[in-house]
């Protein structure tokens, strides 16, 4: 589960965390901040100079995205023996 702490943090779940590096990290540079938070995710936060509304709407799309993912991508399948 992904939550919003403020206008300018989250704590993304481990499902998401790789799709939301990858779109705020895009969107605004060098100056986001990924802390670990050890049993519940990554810590996201943009600093002041970052909108927070334009911060929370790539956020959120890239945790609807992540969570629409299948778990395991199609081509990294495994059978069964």
Known sequence: MCTFENERRVLVCDVAIHRVRE??????????QFTPAPGQGTRVEVPPI????????????????????????????????
């Open 23 to 32: 779109a705020v990290s895009a969107a605004f540079g060098d100056g986001v």
């Open 50 to 81: 970052v909108d927070e509304k334009a911060f929370q709407a790539v956020a959120r799309e890239a945790i609807a995205e992540a969570q629409e993912q299948p778990a395991t991508p199609p081509n990294q399948e495994h059978e069964e023996l």
